[in-house]
């Protein structure tokens, strides 16, 4: 407990230097000053709340596509209907043609080397549009009007529309298009083709974001920033070669044309079946019996609610898995050759959709798909991309992590081209619940958020890691996965373990994602939400890991002991030797080989950040060793200056 004895003799050991009295003027600049937010308004509430006046916009796609496996194209038609909820009056839209970072001097290919892993690979593409109108003179989602020819800009992976007529608050303006591109071998990592398999993913003109907080967002794709993008409809007619089988964003409208007796006879069972069954096996495939049909061409029919993307992948050589549960489909669509490791996929999709909806929020589409092909891991809404994996535990790791997109982007929609932290750094966070449950003999939760700390500490201790908040594009590629993945979990984990707590983080952070579902919050709308559900300011956690760039070193900078009798009189100098502030947990030993644990919030380095003096008094007891972060909790970057006295205690 707490003595009365003076800190003196503590203090006078420690060098002083004169006192001048400081100019009032000076600018508050520790990590406990208020972090500088934009303010609130009607749009985004002071509280991290979407405001009473929060407004965006809706775009919903009719597409009809078709592939042509010959020439290695995709040819598309689409409508889009574009709704303006905003207050401003819309004279031209941008559009998100992304397949033009294939093409000769992009400024993709300016920025990553042909054969990294972003690089366009020496491929020459790019979007080609045949057809670009407004349809005048029509209600949203009725037939006839006046088709205007538009005039367009491409700007790289942008290209600029003009309206033939403004498109007023609350009105909506249909657009109709063609467009066609030779499909990639290697996207970017992000879609592509692989023999008879194809994975297409940015493949149709895609509505730019018109938001409140910038206005049209016009950032390019390189290949690292990902994706922003407005909620609608899609109803998907995707035509493949008769012998090809499709899986897409979407619930399958026309099962009984595109699918056998048999497979459909199969899937029924797996709507109430929590184990998998084979809808598609190997036998099937060399059989013939998973084809309803075997010449010409197919079309499937696809639709889906309230998404921002719709994406589709095609292959003759898919083995289809599905399992359920709540209701929810869990697919799992392989290649043989991929089958060791992948007869689990739809398994493991299934406990991922399960636990992220019981941990978290609950998951608001009908099915989820995982698919195997060239693509190392992505995801897209309904759909998660990944390769055959090393085994299965690693392939948990990238379904599990695709999946788990699912809600941070696809349901809580921000802006991953600008703050990518925001979606993987909160998804590879919620992804060590969700390993520790599948595989609890590789490692609890607390024990993977360990690994990932000591990740982060090696970084930093090597000075060489970045501030979290920073555009994807502006990052060192080979540092991406520390800084927009890792490191936010890092901050996440203490935030919850060592801040909060883990009651307080998770209500205020279930709270953030139902908030949020289906609209575009900002960092500052996540900081806010969390300090208002939790009941705590957070300026300087949030300045600390988010916007700046902060280390920790954590010391034992002067221990004095005194014997009064049976009684000792302890007096602890705590140093901080740098700028970021963590909560202390010291363990004090005792010559009798007890032990007593202290634990003290970060904000007592609020008024002097460099020292914090404790005083104690034990009866009975003689201290021999005091050590900081006994557990590795925390960050440091200097373990050596953790502890003083004995390592062991004396007998």
């Known amino acids: 407990m707490a003595t009365a004895f003076a800190a003196s003799s503590v203090l006078s050991a420690q060098p002083t230097a004169p006192q001048r009295p400081r100019p009032m003027s000076v600018a508050d600049t520790s990590i406990f000053a208020p972090l500088v937010l934009p303010t609130a308004n009607e749009l985004r509430a002071g509280s991290g709340a979407a405001g009473a006046r929060y407004w965006q916009n809706r775009a919903d796609y009719t597409i009809a596509a078709t592939l042509d496996t010959a020439a290695k194209t995709v040819r598309g038609e689409l409508t889009l209907r574009y709704t303006n909820h905003s207050p401003d009056t819309l004279r031209f839209i941008w559009l998100q043609t992304e397949q033009n970072a294939f093409r000769s001097n992009s400024l993709n290919s300016f920025i990553f080397p042909e054969a990294s892993r972003f690089g366009a690979r020496g491929f020459e593409g790019g979007d080609v549009f045949t057809k670009l109108e407004q349809v005048l003179g029509v209600a ?177 050589e898919f083995q289809w898995d599905a399992s359920s549960w709540k209701g929810i489909m869990a697919y799992a669509y392989y290649r043989p050759s991929a089958a060791g490791n992948w007869h ?160 307080a983080f998770d209500d205020a952070f279930r709270t953030y994602v139902a908030r949020w579902a289906y609209k575009h919050p900002t960092p500052t709308d996540f900081f806010r939400t969390m300090e208002d559900v939790a009941g705590r300011r957070l300026d300087w956690f949030w300045r600390q890991w988010f916007v700046e760039n902060a280390r920790f070193d954590q010391s034992v900078d002067t221990v004095v002991v005194r014997k009064s009798g049976d009684t000792s009189k302890v007096a602890v100098l705590y140093g901080n030797r740098e700028r970021g502030v963590l909560p202390i947990r010291a363990r004090f030993t005792f010559s009798d080989g007890t032990t007593k644990d202290y634990d003290y919030p970060a904000e007592v380095w609020s008024t002097n950040s460099r020292q914090y003096l404790r005083e104690y008094s034990f009866t009975g007891k003689d201290l021999v060793r005091v050590e900081l972060d006994p557990d590795g909790r925390l960050l440091d970057i200097d373990r050596t200056n953790n502890s003083w006295g004995s390592k062991r205690a004396v007998p």
């Open 344 to 503: 689990d996929a739809a398994d493991q999709a299934r406990m991922s959709i399960m636990e992220y909806s019981e941990r978290w929020f609950p998951y608001p589409w009908p099915h989820i798909s995982a698919i195997e092909g060239p693509i190392s891991g992505m995801e897209y809404p309904m759909v998660a991309m990944e390769n055959k994996s090393q085994d299965v535990y690693d392939l948990y790791n990238v379904v599990t992590h695709e999946i788990g997109h699912m809600w941070f982007p696809m349901i809580v929609g921000s802006n991953e081209r600008v703050y990518m932290w925001q979606d993987e750094g909160f998804n590879t966070f919620i992804n060590t619940f969700s390993e520790a449950r599948r595989y609890p003999e590789k490692g609890d939760q607390m024990a993977r958020a360990a690994q990932e700390r000591r990740q982060v500490e090696q970084f930093m201790a090597q000075g060489i890691d970045k501030p979290v908040n920073i555009g994807p594009d502006r990052i060192d590629p080979r540092l991406l996965g520390e800084n927009a993945y890792v490191k936010p979990s890092v901050g996440l984990q203490l935030l919850r373990q060592e801040i909060l707590g883990p009651a």
């Open 140 to 316: 949203a989602g009725a037939k006839g009007g006046k088709h205007v020819a538009l005039k367009s800009r491409p700007n790289e992976t942008m290209t600029k529309v003009d309206l033939a007529e403004p498109l007023a608050p609350g009105k909506t303006a249909t657009i109709d298009m063609a467009w066609s591109f030779l499909v990639p071998e290697h996207g970017a990592d992000r879609m592509g083709r692989d023999g008879a398999l194809f994975e297409i993913a940015q493949w149709y003109p895609r509505l730019a974001v018109y938001d409140d907080v910038r206005g049209w967002n016009t950032e390019p794709y390189l290949g690292q920033g990902e994706f922003y993008l407005d909620y609608g409809d899609y109803a998907l007619a995707i035509t493949v070669p008769a012998g090809y089988t499709v899986a897409a964003t979407g619930a399958l409208q026309n099962a009984s044309e595109v699918l056998t007796p048999a497979v459909l006879a199969r899937h029924t069972l797996a709507t109430k079946s929590d184990t998998v069954i084979r809808l598609i096996t190997e036998a099937d495939l060399k059989s013939g019996k998973a084809r309803a049909r075997t010449t010409g061409t197919m079309t499937w029919r696809f639709l889906a609610k309230n998404v921002r993307d719709a994406v589709w992948a095609a292959s003759p």
